[in-house]
C-alpha cells in the first residue's frame, strides 16, 4: 500500500489514529528510494470527489482527520494520489459495513497498513504465513 505519513507541504494522518514517528531504522528497513521517471499525475479534489462518489466536504473532513492523504498545490488546493478513490472506497466500506467511527477506521486502516507489510516480508523471505510452525 502507499505510505500514507505527511511531507513537509502534505496533509497526513496527524491525527485521528496517528501514528508514531517514524526513526531512520524505520525508514531504512521499510521504505525504499524510489526515484519517479515521469511525474505522477495528482488528482483534483473534484476529480477524486466524482470517482468516489463522496461530497468534497466529506472528503475534506476525511483529510482533516489523516484518514486521506492529501497535498496541497501553491494555490492551496487539495491534490490526490490516484489511489485516492479506492482508499476512500475503503473508508466507506468499513463505515457502513463494520459501523465504526473515524478513530476507528484510523486504527484499522494502519492495522491493516501492518498486516500488509508483514505479510509481504514473510513473502520475501520465502516463508508463507499459511504454514504451521515446526516447533
Known sequence: MNDRSAGAAGVGRAG???????TGADLTASTAVRYALVPVPRLSLAAVALRSGLHPDLIRRFVALGLVDAERDAAGRLLFDPT???VLARIQRLRTGLCLNYASIGLVLDLLDRISLLEAALRGRGTRSETPPWT
Not at 485521528?16 to 517514524?22: D, E, I, N, Q, T
Open 84 to 86: 485516492a478513490p479506492a
Open 16 to 22: 485521528v489514529g496517528a501514528r508514531p514517528a517514524r
